[in-house]
């Protein structure tokens, strides 16, 4: 499975990005796609993830109510669609998929498939 991120960029707080995710090669073994984000001197952080076979979204508590995940099948693509920004939301965002059935995991060890991050700089 190989992923390609895009969508990042320079935006004033209280504004928008969509970033989104495309996947392609083995993409019938994907089960869960999700974003997570790092920030300068932080560790790598869950955002959200979708579970790709059916509709179920899962989101942090610190975006939740902001970000919304969906997804187009057909496009083996997944949006993640960020409002209310905030300057603490400035990360690199990285995409990633798992290809095991237990459950969506908030934990990006389980996730073995990786696109190439994208920066997101929210100012103030």
């Known amino acids: 499975v190989q992923l390609q991120a895009s969508g990042g960029g320079l935006v004033q707080a209280g504004g928008s990005l969509r970033l989104a995710c495309a996947a392609s090669?083995?993409?019938?073994?994907?089960?869960?796609m999700a974003w997570f984000r790092q920030a300068p001197g932080k560790e790598r952080e869950f955002v959200a993830a979708?579970?790709?076979?059916?509709?179920?979204?899962y989101h942090a508590d610190s975006v939740k109510g902001r970000f919304t995940l969906s997804k187009n099948n057909a496009e083996n693509t997944v949006y993640l669609q960020m409002n209310s920004l905030k300057p603490e939301d400035t990360a690199v965002y990285y995409c990633?998929?798992?290809?095991?059935?237990?459950?969506?995991?908030?934990?990006?060890?389980?996730?073995?498939?990786w696109g190439q991050g994208t920066q997101v700089t929210v100012s103030s």
């Open positions: 990633a998929a798992k290809d095991s059935r237990v459950g969506v995991s908030y934990t990006s060890d389980d996730y073995p498939y």
């Open positions: 090669g083995r993409t019938a073994s994907i089960y869960f």
């Open positions: 979708i579970d790709w076979r059916g509709s179920p979204r």
